[in-house]
Each structure stands twice: as C-alpha cells, then as structure tokens.
C-alpha cells in the first residue's frame, strides 16, 4: 500500500531551478523521517538531503547545501525538494525515499542540467 510518487523532473539550463515533490500515500506520513537520493549513470545512489518527521530538521549532501531545500507539508502529505543554481553534476534520476526498518522508494524523476 505504501506509494510514493515522484513529479517535476526535467530539462534546464544551468543555473536554472526546479521544484520536485514526492505525493506519498498508504502511510503515517507524518511519522517518518524523509529522503532524497539521486543516482547518475554509473555512480551508486547518494543522499541528498533529508527531513525529520515534522520538518524541524533537515541534512544535505555538501555537493547541494546552499542551493537544495527540502521541506514537507504533513497535512498535504509531500514532501518536496527546491533545486537552484543547478548545475550539469546535478543531473540525475531523483528518488523519494521512507526512512524506517522497511525502506519504500518512488519511482525516480529525471533531471537532466544541459545547455
């Protein structure tokens, strides 16, 4: 029952933004810590930034942390990442991710950073 369900992935130029959110469902939403990861071809899967449960905290990868944002709205039950500056390292498959003892993943969103 547990679905997570990536959206607003796409082509930009860099130095461009994007907003992505993650619509989750078939949970307690507001009882889980959430991620987003990211995987280019080639490279293993890492964490971008993550949020607490109620959204007082949150960590980012160095490579991000001044340009990403992430946030969550528990009563829309979304959680979202802003992206700005992006640059052509940032292009990605970018996945939503339940933190618990049993780990749900959405389906990955596409950014692609080229001019």
């Known amino acids: 029952q547990v679905q997570l369900v990536e959206s607003g992935g796409g082509l930009v130029q860099p130095g461009g933004s994007l907003r992505l959110s993650c619509a989750a469902s078939?949970?307690?939403?507001?009882?889980?810590?959430m991620d987003w990861y990211r995987q280019a071809p080639g490279k293993e899967r890492e964490l971008v930034a993550g949020?607490?449960?109620?959204?007082?905290?949150?960590n980012y990868a160095d490579s991000v942390k001044g340009r990403f944002t992430i946030s969550r709205d528990n009563v829309k039950n979304t959680v979202y990442l802003q992206m700005k500056s992006l640059k052509p390292e940032d292009t990605a498959v970018y996945y939503c991710?339940?933190?618990?003892?049993?780990?749900?993943w959405g389906q990955g969103t596409q950014v692609t950073v080229s001019s």
């Open positions: 949020v607490s449960n109620g959204g007082f905290w949150t």
């Open positions: 078939g949970f307690a939403f507001s009882n889980y810590a």
């Open positions: 991710h339940r933190n618990g003892p049993v780990d749900y």
